[in-house]
């Protein structure tokens, strides 16, 4: 049997390749000159993370990311001591790394994150910016490169965990959306390699499925397995097999919507 043809790892570009669909880019440098914190919700696979590579790069920041879990404690951002040989030593954590060297702290997912992590995060989000270290009796005062990032998809949370409105109103927000067609296309056709009216096909797609978000999914396709489905067909593989493997099964697990989805993929692709 032929092996299959394995694509080249996308390249290392710097900064990492993100085309701007709504004025994104401006604000987010705006939130940087001005000290403030960003906030970014949106449905998963949207550009969310690479949006984020892409600003520290621009901006010449480096960038420590966080994904938040609901084990996540304050000292986990803030740092700890451990035990080396005998001795206790102070070992920072990426917050604390992150306002010490003026660079980008991106929480992902920050919903996720314990209650007693908000407590940190304010005096770190409000004009004191400051990061109090209760266990070393620091207090840092974040330099004006420092800038903290959070992210969250509004879809799958449920009310328990959504931040407190004294935690959201210390951020600027951002909505991230799926992007136009034509501009998605671009982006899966630049990511994987494959022609651009090919893309579009399987963009059109991905927005049919979308329709059915609330409906019969969750979540509907993201940019990130249109980008999947493009890739395994630039590399070979037969395009409905890709369609299947990429934009069908990992949307459910349910074989009635499954068919459906499979009769969306056949009407949309005629
Ligand atoms: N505007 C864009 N420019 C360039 N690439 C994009 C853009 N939007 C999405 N992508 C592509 O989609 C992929 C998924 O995006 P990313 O990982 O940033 O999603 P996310 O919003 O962080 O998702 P999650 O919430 O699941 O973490 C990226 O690896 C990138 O290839
Ligand atoms: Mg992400």
């Not at 067609?181 to 399987?202: D, K, M, T, Y």
């Amino acid at each position: 049997m032929a092996r299959p043809s394995i694509l080249p790892a996308p390249g290392a570009d710097d900064p990492p390749f993100y085309r701007e669909t709504a004025g994104e880019c401006e604000l987010f440098e705006r939130a940087f000159r001005n000290r403030m914190p960003l906030l970014i919700k949106g449905p998963t696979g949207c550009g969310k993370t690479r949006f984020v590579a892409h600003m520290a790069a621009r901006l010449g920041r480096p960038l420590y990311t966080v994904a938040c879990h609901d084990d996540l404690t304050a000292a986990d951002l803030t740092g700890r001591y451990l035990l080396k040989g005998g001795d206790t030593v102070w070992a920072d954590g990426p917050l604390t790394r992150a306002v010490r060297d003026g660079a980008i702290c991106y929480l992902d997912e920050v919903v996720e994150a314990r209650k007693d992590v908000t407590v940190v995060l304010h005096p770190v989000t409000d004009d004191r910016r400051t990061l109090p270290l209760e266990r070393t009796g620091e207090i840092l005062h974040a330099p004006p490169e420092f800038m903290l990032v959070v992210s969250y998809n509004p879809g799958y949370q449920n009310v328990l965990k959504s931040l407190k409105p004294s935690t959201r109103q210390r951020f600027l927000a951002l909505e991230f959306s799926f992007p136009q067609p034509e501009v998605e296309a671009a982006i899966v056709a630049r990511e994987s390699g494959l022609a651009q009216e090919r893309c579009a096909a399987l963009v059109r797609l991905a927005n049919a499925l979308r329709e059915l978000k609330g409906k019969d999914l969750d979540e509907g396709a993201s940019t990130r397995l249109v980008i999947y489905c493009a890739s395994l067909i630039k590399a070979g593989m037969r395009p409905a097999d890709a369609v299947v493997a990429a934009l069908i099964e990992p949307l459910t697990d349910d074989p009635d919507v499954r068919q459906g989805l499979l009769r969306v993929a056949d009407i949309a692709l005629g």
